[in-house]
């Protein structure tokens, strides 16, 4: 069973930065297998993908972030540097792991079976 765990949320004024991590624990082979996403879901909307990374490093974004958001990992950990934040990307950002045999990085809730806890991001205008 993969857990997931979430760090880095805090409060910013807007045009300001966070770095969000992920570190995975309990899979019993290579990290190199997974692909990675992460998420975000505001009061009253539904949970959006944000940035996801392929197995080979290959990423994706959604196009609110893009410019402003990078996605990476190392080994077991994953991150998400975001710059230039604005009162819009306030959310609970959740980090998201799936074990893939693709290079296809993907940004749908469903194709993501393991899940952390979230990492609340406050920006202020």
């Known amino acids: 069973q993969v857990q997931l765990v979430e760090s880095g949320g805090g409060s910013v004024q807007a045009g300001g930065s966070l770095r969000l991590s992920c570190q995975a624990f309990?899979?019993?082979?290579?990290?190199?297998?997974?692909?990675w996403g992460w998420f975000r879901q505001a009061p009253g909307k539904e949970r959006e993908g944000v940035a996801a990374?392929?197995?080979?490093?290959t990423t994706t974004y959604a196009d609110s972030v893009k410019g402003r958001f990078t996605v990476s990992k190392n080994g077991n950990t994953l991150y998400l540097q975001m710059n230039s934040l604005k009162p819009d990307d306030n959310a609970m950002y959740y980090c998201?792991?799936?074990?893939?045999?693709?290079?296809?990085?993907?940004?749908?809730?469903?194709?993501?079976?393991?899940w952390g806890q979230g990492t609340q991001v406050t920006v202020s205008s």
């Open positions: 309990g899979y019993s082979i290579s990290w190199w297998y997974m692909g």
């Open positions: 998201a792991a799936v074990i893939s045999d693709t290079s296809r990085p993907v940004l749908t809730v469903q194709s993501y079976p393991y």
């Open positions: 990374i392929s197995r080979d490093g």
